[in-house]
């Protein structure tokens, strides 16, 4: 639980994603960096798209599709060490598989919140741990991109 | 060296686990889907290892077992199934067909122990089967 030093939670944020990329790490901390930031990118292309599925399936009620579309998120961030996203969306999958979709219309803007600061943890991790320390301004998750990942297109809107 | 066949519709899974794989000598070839997956097998023959994501849009990964667990081509071709459905009867539904059944986010170590095991496997068994005439 996020203490009143951490109000954005980004400590836990990035612990969860720095026990992931050590899980992933490859012979070579120099390469990673960049594969982990392809692997980032790879991820945070697709989630706009996913999540405007989400959202169109929500508003439909079609609750196969909704856990579809969640269950294909969670992979993608438990792979990347979202563990709070994926559980979010394991919840929203849960609700899509029992039919407890009704009371689920705030999802997708959870998602979103939850995906921007993930975004902005793992950032920070993978500039502060295998470049070999945090850059000025690198302040927390709150703070923004700090680490100069390509910025997920769900930031990118006007 | 194994030649191993990676089926997942998350592209940056199947970005993972062929670089990792290439990394330890393994040949890899990847497919975004059930049906590229045969697709893919009928222009190339089978690998040595297929590792199926369970839960894609279009044909999962235990209808893809079936297709290929009905051809005598393929027949033999030992499957590990990696999904992010960890309920035990999800589990266990895997095991009973006779694949490896490993939960995501992917335990490198794990996958990788899985593919050796299963390497050797199928080698013993052709050779017993060999050994027997």
Not at chain 1, 54 to 74: C, F, I, T
Not at chain 1, 94 to 101: E, H, I, N
Not at chain 2, 44 to 67: F, I, N, T, Y
Request: glycine share 8%; net charge negative.
């Amino acid at each position: 639980m996020s203490g009143p030093a951490d109000p954005a939670g980004c400590e836990t944020r990035k612990a969860a994603v720095r026990v992931r990329l050590a899980q992933i790490a490859g012979p070579d901390p120099e390469e990673d960096r960049e594969f982990f930031r392809a692997l980032w990118e790879c991820f945070a292309e697709r989630v706009p798209e996913e999540l405007g599925a989400l959202e169109n399936a929500l508003r439909r009620g079609a609750a196969r599709d909704v856990e579809m579309v969640a269950h294909s998120l969670k992979g993608g961030a438990q792979n990347l060490g979202g563990t709070a996203l994926a559980d979010l969306l394991l919840a929203l999958e849960l609700d899509a598989r029992t039919g407890r979709l009704q009371a689920r219309t705030d999802a997708v803007a959870e998602v979103r919140r939850e995906f921007d600061l993930l975004s902005r943890s793992f950032a920070l991790v993978v500039d502060a741990e295998v470049s070999g320390g945090p850059r000025p301004g690198d302040a927390g998750c709150a703070q923004g991109n700090a680490a100069g990942l390509p910025a997920p297109r769900a930031e990118r809107r006007p | 060296m194994a030649k191993v066949m990676v089926v997942d519709d998350n592209a940056e899974i199947r970005m993972l686990l062929q670089a990792r794989l290439r990394q330890s000598d393994h040949r890899v070839m990847t497919a975004a889907s059930g049906e590229e997956a045969l697709s893919l097998l009928a222009e190339r023959g089978a690998p040595d290892v297929l590792v199926a994501d369970v839960s894609m849009p279009g044909m999962s990964g235990l209808e893809l077992h079936a297709m290929l667990r009905a051809d005598p081509a393929f027949a033999a071709v030992p499957v590990i199934f990696l999904s992010a459905r960890v309920e035990p009867a999800d589990v266990a539904g895997g095991q009973e067909l006779g694949a490896v059944y490993l939960t995501k986010p992917v335990v490198l170590s794990a996958l990788m122990c899985a593919i050796d095991a299963a390497v050797a496997d199928a080698e013993a068994a052709a050779a017993a089967l060999e050994s027997s005439w």
